[in-house]
């Protein structure tokens, strides 16, 4: 390599290691630079962070949550006025949108594991679920044996897919992947027969399946292959702002509003069909009410 390309290589090493270095910014200093935050939004994570209705407000569990954080955020930065930007994302793009800097955290059904945690930090685990099969009732998939040599949706980069290849590989069972771009994606492929089943977190299956057009049409089968824990994500290496994060969550869970939260969005009636989704809080999540803890699954 001559001069001149060492100098070029070493500047665009330069301009992106400065990219980088942005990006990582200290979370609190670069909202209170920009006067503004942003946070994300999944548009058919029920009930966790959702859009109702074409052109509606996202709504959800994890967006009031979020709307706490924001205030607590805008109290310790002093800016009441703090304009709060939405952006929606997906299961591909999640991570790496909050890792450039184009979003600041996000709540929603994002599951802690140790491999995201090496780009990603989490918060406070909010909830615990398990992967399961959504199938229509008329498919005669009751578990994942039944799945042999059959098309199984999923959304591409989800734990969900990962365990069940991997719990098909270990069991011989011949089961073909098909991705949809987001849940609702994924669940229109069973709808209409691309698929025999839907491989999801079974809280995101009891959601979508409430608010289906016809809902005595499916059920959520097969055994729970394991237990994950979601958790609000924010860039790795931002302590300050993982402690505020972290901060508000504990409160919510010790002063008994997290509770209340909870029953809104799963033992009450949630837009748009005022489904009740008729789930009690989890033991493992009562447990973690006390223990405060932000283990990966």
């Known amino acids: 390599m001559n001069t001149r390309q060492?100098?070029?290589?070493?500047?665009?090493?330069?301009?992106?290691?400065?990219?980088?270095?942005?990006?990582?910014?200290?979370?609190?200093?670069?909202?209170?630079d920009s006067n503004k935050i942003?946070?994300?939004?999944?548009?058919?994570?029920?009930?966790?962070?959702?859009?109702?209705?074409p052109g509606a407000k996202p709504v959800g569990f994890a967006v009031d949550m979020t709307d706490v954080i924001v205030a607590d955020i805008k109290n310790q930065l002093r800016k009441p006025n703090l304009e709060v930007g939405l952006i929606p994302v997906t299961g591909q793009n999640r991570i790496p949108l909050l890792v450039d800097g184009t979003y600041d955290l996000e709540c929603g059904s994002t599951t802690n594991t140790?491999?995201?945690?090496?780009?990603v930090s989490f918060a406070i685990s909010h909830f615990y679920a398990g992967t399961r099969l959504l199938a229509k009732k008329t498919s005669n998939i009751k578990d994942y044996a039944?799945?042999?040599?059959?098309?199984?949706?999923?959304?591409?980069?989800?734990?969900?897919?990962?365990?069940?290849r991997q719990y098909a590989t270990d069991k011989g069972i011949d089961v073909q992947m098909v991705y949809g771009k987001d849940y609702d994606d994924a669940f229109r492929m069973v709808e209409s027969d691309q698929a025999v089943a839907f491989a999801m977190d079974d809280i995101l299956l009891f959601g979508l399946m409430a608010?289906?057009?016809?809902?005595?049409l499916f059920e959520v089968v097969?055994?729970?292959?394991?237990?994950?824990?979601y958790g609000c994500m924010m860039r790795k290496d931002d302590p300050e702002f993982k402690k505020l994060v972290d901060g508000t969550i504990s409160r919510l869970m010790q002063s008994g509003e997290f509770a209340k939260l909870y029953?809104?969005?799963?033992?009450?009636?949630?837009?748009?069909?005022?489904?009740?989704?008729?789930?009690?809080?989890s033991a493992?999540?009562?447990?973690?009410m006390k223990a405060l803890s932000d283990k990966p699954m």
């Open 38 to 53: 942003t946070v994300s939004y999944r548009e058919s994570s029920i009930p966790f962070s959702y859009v109702p209705a």
């Open 222 to 229: 097969g055994t729970t292959l394991q237990q994950e824990p």
């Open 263 to 281: 029953a809104k969005w799963f033992e009450s009636p949630i837009p748009p069909k005022g489904i009740v989704l008729n789930m009690p809080m």
């Open 114 to 119: 140790a491999a995201r945690g090496k780009e």
């Open 6 to 32: 060492l100098k070029f290589s070493a500047t665009v090493m330069t301009c992106l290691a400065a990219a980088t270095m942005s990006a990582q910014a200290q979370t609190l200093n670069k909202i209170n």
């Open 211 to 216: 608010n289906s057009k016809n809902p005595a």
């Open 146 to 164: 039944d799945l042999n040599k059959k098309v199984v949706s999923s959304t591409a980069g989800s734990t969900n897919e990962k365990v069940l």
């Open 284 to 288: 493992q999540l009562k447990s973690n």
